[in-house]
């Protein structure tokens, strides 16, 4: 495609047509959606050679826009299908498949862009994105502590080597919200602001309110399907971590502070479709040195560790612990002593 920005609305704005589609239809539509975010991706992936350039310009700022918006269609229409009595029971698994794939894929690598982004408007829509998943404190953390502390023991969302993604899950999930709420308590310590004005807050009470109108909309096994969703999306977003950091340290200096952050903390993908399909969060290096870089613009440094297979394929090793490790530990090792 002669527009890299054309390729990410390609990417990401099929499978949310094929699920809403799929919602309401049922059918081939549900399997088309399922196809297009693991088959076709990985068949692209490898037999496609492309390298999609970085570009300072355009920011990509109207599809984030586009689908931010398109996420607030998908999940509540996704949670009504799955509560109502018109899809049958394998079209409803597949339903749930294909959108908790979206949702933890695309409009979580969406959300990601948008809570660094500068402007406030955008922040709130990639805030309320995560709140929508029940992981608002997402937030928070990932700027106020991930970033700060990445390759560290001091980051919850660093996975350390020989820890399986299960147990890293946990540790994850309890260690960003605690350290995410200290840092925002700091925060406001810093410019004397009351307790009142902690995000927290908003973030529960916003995940209050989503199961409250799933309740309300479409009853208990709309809650059901809705937590469902959200817990299937915070395993992918958690996945990403997990697999992006894994066994990366940053050396410590004579003062016992970490080294600066640098292409060889974070692990990359050099795959273009699926790169295409989460926005550009496969060049993982480029994003940390540069956080407020937009995604069109990341690039791939020549001295950051790559992964060998696409980050979706790398994904599901993982959840097979002794096969993740057999994979990646002697990369790790490698990378240790570069």
Same mark, same amino acid.
């Given at each position: 495609m002669k527009s890299p920005l054309a390729l990410f609305a390609v990417a990401t704005l099929t499978p949310a047509v094929l699920i809403l589609t799929g919602a309401v239809r049922g059918g081939a539509w549900i399997l088309l959606? !399922? #196809?297009?975010?693991?088959?076709?991706? =990985?068949?692209?992936?490898?037999?496609?050679? %492309?390298?999609?350039?970085?570009?300072?310009?355009?920011?990509?700022?109207?599809? =984030? @826009?586009?689908? *931010?918006?398109?996420?607030?269609? +998908?999940?509540? @229409?996704?949670?009504m299908a799955l509560a109502a009595d018109h899809l049958l029971s394998l079209e409803k698994v597949g339903l749930f498949f294909a959108a908790g794939l979206f949702l933890g894929q695309v409009s979580h690598a969406n959300a990601h862009e948008l809570?660094?982004?500068?402007?406030?408007?955008?922040?709130? #829509?990639?805030?309320?994105? %995560?709140?929508?998943?029940?992981?608002? $404190? $997402?937030? =928070?953390?990932?700027?106020?502590? $991930?970033?700060?502390?990445?390759?560290?023991? /001091? /980051?919850?969302?660093?996975?350390?080597?020989?820890?399986?993604?299960?147990?890293f899950m946990i540790r994850a999930w309890i260690g960003s919200f605690k350290q995410g709420f200290a840092a925002e308590q700091a925060r406001l310590a810093r @410019?004397?602001?009351?307790?009142?004005?902690?995000?927290? &807050?908003?973030? +529960?009470?916003?995940? +209050? &309110?989503? !199961? *409250?109108? *799933?309740?309300?909309?479409?009853?208990?096994?709309?809650?059901?399907? %809705? !937590?469902?969703?959200?817990?299937?999306?915070?395993t992918q977003l958690l996945m990403s971590d997990y697999v992006q950091h894994y066994a990366l340290h940053r050396a410590r200096r004579d003062d016992g502070k970490p080294v600066p952050v640098n292409a060889t903390h974070s692990w990359n993908s050099p795959h273009w479709f699926s790169s295409a399909l989460? &926005?550009?969060?496969?060049? $993982?290096? /480029?994003?940390? *040195?540069h956080p407020a870089r937009p995604y069109p613009a990341l690039d791939l440094p020549e001295d950051a560790p790559m992964l060998p297979k696409p980050l979706p394929l790398m994904a599901a090793i993982a959840l097979v612990p002794p096969l993740w490790r057999r994979v990646m530990d002697p990369l790790a090792e490698r990378w240790a002593h570069a």
């Amino acid at each position: 495609m002669k527009s890299p920005l054309a390729l990410f609305a390609v990417a990401t704005l099929t499978p949310a047509v094929l699920i809403l589609t799929g919602a309401v239809r049922g059918g081939a539509w549900i399997l088309l959606a !399922i #196809l297009f975010q693991t088959a076709l991706t =990985s068949i692209l992936d490898r037999w496609v050679h %492309y390298v999609s350039p970085a570009r300072a310009t355009p920011t990509g700022g109207g599809l =984030s @826009i586009m689908l *931010a918006l398109v996420h607030f269609a +998908v999940l509540p @229409i996704t949670v009504m299908a799955l509560a109502a009595d018109h899809l049958l029971s394998l079209e409803k698994v597949g339903l749930f498949f294909a959108a908790g794939l979206f949702l933890g894929q695309v409009s979580h690598a969406n959300a990601h862009e948008l809570i660094h982004r500068p402007t406030k408007l955008a922040h709130r #829509l990639g805030m309320w994105v %995560y709140i929508s998943i029940l992981f608002g $404190h $997402h937030t =928070s953390a990932h700027v106020l502590v $991930h970033h700060q502390h990445v390759a560290t023991s /001091d /980051d919850p969302n660093t996975s350390r080597r020989g820890e399986g993604f299960y147990r890293f899950m946990i540790r994850a999930w309890i260690g960003s919200f605690k350290q995410g709420f200290a840092a925002e308590q700091a925060r406001l310590a810093r @410019i004397g602001a009351p307790f009142w004005r902690n995000p927290y &807050l908003v973030y +529960v009470g916003g995940a +209050v &309110l989503f !199961i *409250a109108i *799933a309740a309300q909309f479409a009853g208990r096994g709309g809650v059901v399907a %809705y !937590i469902g969703l959200a817990a299937y999306a915070q395993t992918q977003l958690l996945m990403s971590d997990y697999v992006q950091h894994y066994a990366l340290h940053r050396a410590r200096r004579d003062d016992g502070k970490p080294v600066p952050v640098n292409a060889t903390h974070s692990w990359n993908s050099p795959h273009w479709f699926s790169s295409a399909l989460l &926005l550009n969060g496969t060049r $993982h290096s /480029d994003h940390h *040195a540069h956080p407020a870089r937009p995604y069109p613009a990341l690039d791939l440094p020549e001295d950051a560790p790559m992964l060998p297979k696409p980050l979706p394929l790398m994904a599901a090793i993982a959840l097979v612990p002794p096969l993740w490790r057999r994979v990646m530990d002697p990369l790790a090792e490698r990378w240790a002593h570069a």
